[in-house]
């Protein structure tokens, strides 16, 4: 499975900015996908996961009221809505697989088991 981010770019404090995550290669069985970001001089955190059908989605508390994520199966597609960017959130983007049909929260807080990693796409958010 190769991942593809993308919309990534720079923007001012308070714009909104989606990010996109397509899947391709052996993408036939179920999956969860998610995002991570790294900053500069900073570990990388977890932000954002969904599950398979969609009907489950996780969000680390810093997000929670600004982001959203969605996926488009049709597509093979991932979204993460930013809206209210703030320069904290300025960071490399990468976005991850876990596969199977279970949707495990510690496999995403602690990035346990990922299976397959996007390269990243860079959102800077200005002040």
């Known amino acids: 499975v190769q991942l593809q981010a993308s919309g990534g770019g720079l923007v001012q404090a308070g714009d909104s900015l989606r990010l996109s995550c397509t899947a391709s290669?052996?993408?036939?069985?179920?999956?969860?996908m998610g995002w991570f970001r790294q900053a500069p001089g900073k570990e990388r955190e977890f932000v954002a996961a969904?599950?398979?059908?969609?009907?489950?989605?996780y969000l680390a508390d810093f997000v929670k009221d600004r982001f959203t994520i969605s996926r488009d199966n049709a597509k093979n597609t991932m979204y993460l809505q930013m809206t209210s960017l703030t320069p904290e959130d300025t960071a490399v983007y990468y976005c991850?697989?876990?596969?199977?049909?279970?949707?495990?929260?510690?496999?995403?807080?602690?990035?346990?088991?990922?299976?397959?990693w996007g390269q990243g796409t860079q959102v800077t958010v200005s002040s």
């Open positions: 969904i599950s398979w059908h969609g009907e489950d989605t």
């Open positions: 991850a697989v876990d596969l199977g049909e279970n949707f495990w929260v510690t496999t995403w807080l602690h990035a346990d088991g990922i299976d397959y």
């Open positions: 290669g052996r993408t036939s069985g179920s999956y969860a």
